[in-house]
């Protein structure tokens, strides 16, 4: 019997997202436990002590009981979902190529597109401190070199390593189209616009809840 | 034949000598091209078409002329190279954990420990902007968290994965070294203090420049 997976998440989390919709093409069965990150629900004692250290969802719990195994961040947690299907390519350098874009949406995307998503459409602008309303134009500056970056490649490929879908896309879909709820316009970036569309269109596609 | 490797780097980059260390390991020839980012040397409009639409090394190169294919992100980079070998581990979840530690590394481990060591050791503090002074508290309690967890992880571990070393210790190894010139005590930290010890110690070792 495979063993019970377990997603710790804050269902309003993109990061969350991404392992909901891996997990949903490929027909994974996905238990889901929300914590609300903005009443410190992962920041508890048993949450440090059992599920994260770092104090942050996701992560991904397989199996269950003395034996369940704790996997954080949600690049890792997909790559575990998807190892061995066709998300994950296996020829060496596409692979690789499918990695560098999980890591360029860590690094370059998700702290600029996904942080002023959380700043203006769950915090609210009203809420944000001083230091926070200065990093605004810092992290639309990078948010939209970022869409810039993407809508180039996208121009000639179906996908982001080439014509099929794999972590790459899933992984960068998760904030990107809801990017338009932290100030980016996505009608600027016509291939990225289309891409959207098409990763929609996928087979066994879950919205965002 | 085996495809030429050349790293277009700038040597002082943790995230370039992460690519160097691995080669190093394995044992696979890498030729090296410098960039001077602070000079914008990343930023031409050759690098640019040429190397890496986003603008940043590193970037691995895997061959030569026009067939050579790039592969821009630090972690894909040491991912291609370690494919197959004992640096990647092969078990499932074993290989997911260790792609874990590289994302926290990127995430929650870079952007402190790797920015305040470029801004203070190699910018200079007099030349930073009033936004980046006054980041720097900030950087620093997410620098001492990463910290923190590493150490408690690495306590009764000699490797992050387990007994053998793997592309976690290597990515972490690179900023964590070094931690000490973005104003880290690692002496404050002493089971990573011993892991640095015990990578130092690794067969085909080589220092950053």
Request: glycine share 8%; with cysteine.
């Amino acid at each position: 019997m495979a063993d019970t997976l377990t997603l710790h998440e804050d269902p309003r989390s993109g990061n969350c997202y991404k392992i909901v919709l891996t997990a949903a093409l490929l027909g994974l069965p996905l238990a889901r436990r929300a914590y609300d990150i903005t009443r410190g629900e992962t920041r508890t004692p048993a949450f440090l002590s059992q599920v994260n250290a770092n104090g942050r969802i996701p992560v991904l719990q397989i199996g269950a009981g003395e034996g369940a195994l704790y996997l954080p961040e949600s690049n890792a947690a997909c790559w575990y979902l998807a190892q061995g299907t066709s998300l994950i390519p296996a020829e060496r350098f596409a692979q690789a190529d499918c990695l560098r874009w999980m890591c360029f949406e860590q690094y370059s995307h998700e702290p600029n597109i996904a942080t002023l998503r959380f700043w203006l459409a769950i915090i609210g602008e009203a809420n944000l401190s001083p230091e926070q309303l200065a990093a605004i134009p810092g992290k639309t500056a990078g948010g939209e070199a970022a869409l810039a970056v993407m809508d180039k490649h996208l121009e000639p490929r179906t996908f982001f390593c080439g014509a099929a879908p794999s972590l790459a896309d899933i992984t960068l879909f998760a904030y990107t189209h809801v990017a338009g709820e932290g100030g980016f316009a996505l009608a600027d970036y016509p291939a990225v616009a289309a891409w959207i569309e098409r990763v929609r269109a996928l087979p066994g596609f879950v919205p965002m809840d």
